[in-house]
């Protein structure tokens, strides 16, 4: 079963706007993890932020968790063209065996 | 850099084939991970191995096996491929040992798998 759900499904706006992506999932975790995967290729990792960070930062991304609400948020500021992919979060389950569990992603578009 | 190489990146079998598929990582990681990625569906987890010879099952391990014979290579085998598994396969490693966490996973191109 999928505990990562990404909200939106797709996004499309223009470049220069910012695109934010959600993730909820159900359980308590260690940490959340995002990727970035361009089309027909492998996933890149992009952010993992553990469960006692509130908020984390890498560049133009800029990912928050909050436990309470079992929910995490992608920011990608100052959007590009080459930031047009598919974005996941993915959970490592606390008591789980490491067995990350993946959302069915968000297709992130951005218009020129 | 870390490097995970899938051997093909484009496959097409006949049903009832015994399908091998091949993935070699670079970096002396121990974790290795075999999933397949469907629209819709994110990524399920088929196998993984946390060192060589030892394997544990994911979520769909019906109809797959897999081998770690060395610590950089995990095979995956459809032993007798159906229409069903048409779909992007993608293997991964990680650094960590199986109780460490908080390693990212280190992704192959994939390869796309096409059962007629």
């Known amino acids: 079963s999928q505990q990562g759900e990404e909200d939106p499904q797709a996004l499309s706006i223009q470049e220069g706007e910012n695109a934010t992506m959600n993730c909820s999932y159900k359980?308590?975790?260690?940490?959340l993890q995002w990727y970035r995967q361009n089309s027909g290729r492998g996933l890149v990792h992009l952010i993992l932020?553990?469960?006692n960070e509130r908020e984390k930062h890498s560049g133009r991304l800029r990912v928050t968790l909050d436990t309470s609400k079992k929910s995490s948020s992608l920011l990608i500021t100052a959007s590009r063209a080459a930031d047009t992919a598919s974005y996941f979060c993915?959970?490592?389950?606390?008591?789980?065996?490491?067995?990350?569990?993946w959302g069915a992603g968000t297709k992130l578009i951005i218009k020129p | 850099d870390v490097k995970v190489t899938q051997s093909s990146r484009y496959l097409v079998k006949r049903t009832g084939e015994k399908v091998f598929l091949e993935c070699v990582q670079d970096?002396?990681?121990?974790?290795m991970f075999w999933y397949r990625q469907d629209p819709g569906l994110g990524l399920r987890l088929i196998y993984f191995?946390?060192?060589?010879?030892?394997?544990e099952k994911g979520d769909i391990p019906e109809g797959y096996s897999v081998s770690r014979e060395k610590k950089e290579r995990f095979s995956l085998i459809l032993e007798s491929a159906s229409t069903n598994q048409t779909s992007m396969y993608l293997c991964?490693?990680?650094?960590?040992?199986?109780?460490?966490?908080?390693?990212?996973?280190?992704f192959g191109n994939g390869t796309r798998l096409t059962v007629t």
């Open positions: 932020i553990r469960s």
């Open positions: 191995s946390y060192d060589v010879k030892m394997k």
């Open positions: 359980t308590s975790i260690n940490n």
């Open positions: 993915a959970t490592d389950v606390k008591d789980s065996n490491y067995q990350l569990i």
């Open positions: 991964a490693s990680s650094p960590a040992g199986r109780a460490v966490r908080n390693s990212p996973l280190h």
């Open positions: 970096m002396d990681h121990e974790n």
